[in-house]
């Protein structure tokens, strides 16, 4: 009898696991749903997708530009960061900054005369 409670105690175990990555799979659904209505919004495929990260790429470029044009003025990277992580859950804090990075060096977005903060061009 021991040795069954020890298989049942496994199985819940397991079940209790699967119903987790449910729960998480749906989070993660919710938010690409989300982004394909912020893309489909605000026209985000309009830049080809080359790789195949460059899709998110663009998707999270848009709504960092769409955060900075909301919040209107220079904001942190930890700022930006926790707007886009919202639909984003699973956004590395380093690739995050690779795309700061990058669109700073296309003239998306420019640095802020105050450190460690960012701003569109055409805000002072």
Avoid at 20 to 38: D, G, H, N, S, W
Avoid at 65 to 92: C, E, G, M, W, Y
């Amino acid at each position: 009898m021991n040795n069954l409670l020890s298989v049942e105690d496994q199985l819940v175990a397991q079940l209790t696991e699967i119903e987790a990555k449910i729960v998480e799979l749906e989070a993660e659904r919710r938010a690409v749903q989300r982004m394909i209505v912020t893309a489909r919004r605000q026209g985000a495929d309009a830049e080809p997708a080359l790789r195949k990260n460059s899709a998110q790429r663009v998707i999270i470029e848009t709504k960092i530009l769409d955060f900075l044009r909301r919040f209107r003025k220079p904001a942190t990277s930890a700022l930006i960061l926790n707007a886009v992580k919202q639909d984003h859950r699973s956004l590395n804090a380093a690739t995050f900054r690779s795309y700061l990075h990058r669109m700073h060096q296309r003239g998306l977005i420019s640095r802020s005369d105050e450190k460690g903060r960012w701003r569109l061009p055409s805000q002072s």
